[in-house]
């Protein structure tokens, strides 16, 4: 397979840059880490990863 791969470096919050990175580069597929927190804390702020689930219209991959 042929990939274009894009490394990007962003101070902010993942939750809320990713799903935007993702729109305007035009991906086909975010791939990130994810990992089980804290489940109250999690209920009570959410998590990253379902912000990025949420936020994105393209494919998402999590990695555990």
Not at 15 to 44: H, N, Q, T, W
Request: charge should be positive.
């Amino acid at each position: 397979y042929r990939l274009a791969v894009k490394t990007v470096v962003v101070e902010a919050k993942p939750g809320e840059v990713l799903p935007k990175l993702a729109k305007d580069r035009a991906c086909s597929l975010v791939a990130m880490g994810a990992y089980g927190g804290l489940f109250l804390r999690e209920l009570i702020l959410g998590s990253t990863t379902q912000q990025v689930v949420a936020g994105c219209r393209e494919a998402v991959l999590l990695c555990h």
